[in-house]
């Protein structure tokens, strides 16, 4: 390819669970930074109103279903991002009394969702030159806390996952980064809490939570550093939050 062919071709991202929240921020800021995004979630309507907004590609995708990956993933021959956002917690129960269909949820979401959509798009990867997978975990994949076992668990494994392909992928023109932020405000705990607006609203009541675009900024300088530059592991808090289990609410 000669060089000024090679200086036109617009590099894409892929950003998983891009119709709210960490995802749709993410999406916003890699376009400005000239990315050719797709987007993909559920929600299609919603992705797809974002993609025109952007100038973009917005497709269905359900992480948890391979055909639906196997479509999404389709025609995606060059990619340089990989976002795996799509995910999230179901209740906040104590082993005890644990949701089975919750459990199942979060590790198919955010586990196996994160494989599905790394393992496909693996080849696309490598044939960019220069590939990029961020995986957002959270502050749960580092640390344990009350009643959140179904989740904590989950981003755990999430986090092995993004961590092992670290050492698999070694010597190949693929860099992984793990975000992990804490306390985040977006339709996360109205998920959690199925819907619940009033418990969802309280959980940032009494402190400063980071924003979305607070992430996506942090995704954004992440994948504007230059190929030999790895960025592994990336833990974002608001200022009120010190760990998982406490912030300034908790003492
Ligand atoms: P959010 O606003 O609820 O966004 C979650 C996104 O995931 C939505 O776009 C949703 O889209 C998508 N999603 C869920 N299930 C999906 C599936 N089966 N297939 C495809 N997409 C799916 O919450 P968020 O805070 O931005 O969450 C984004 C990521 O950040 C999650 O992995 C979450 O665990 C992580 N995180 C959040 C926080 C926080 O405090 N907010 C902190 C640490 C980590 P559809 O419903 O349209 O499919």
Known sequence: MSEST???VTPVAVVTGAS???????ARALASQGFQVVLGARRVDRVQ????EIGGTGMQLDVTDEESVARFVDGLDSVHVLVNNAGGAKGLDPVATANLDDWRWM???????????????????????????????????LEAYDNGAG?????????????????????????????????????????????????????????????ADD???????VASRPPHVNLDQIVLKPRDQASARRNIKTG
Do not use: C
Request: glycine share 10%.
């Open 215 to 221: 992430v996506a900024e942090v995704i954004g300088f």
């Open 107 to 141: 590790w198919e979401t955010n586990v196996l969702g994160t494989l599905r959509m790394t393992r496909a798009l693996l080849p696309a990867l490598e044939a960019s030159g220069d590939g990029l997978i961020v995986t957002i975990t959270s502050v749960a994949a």
């Open 20 to 26: 709210s929240g960490i995802g749709a921020a993410t």
């Open 49 to 52: 109103a974002l993609a025109a």
């Open 151 to 211: 989740y904590t668990s989950a981003k755990h494994a999430q986090g092995v996952l993004h961590r092992t392909l670290r050492y698999e992928l070694l010597g190949r023109p693929i860099r992984l980064t793990e975000i992990a932020p804490g306390m985040v405000d977006t339709d996360f705990s109205l998920v959690r809490f199925d819907g619940d607006k009033e418990r969802a609203d309280a959980v940032y009541q009494g402190l400063t939570p980071l924003t």
């Open 6 to 8: 090679a200086a036109e």
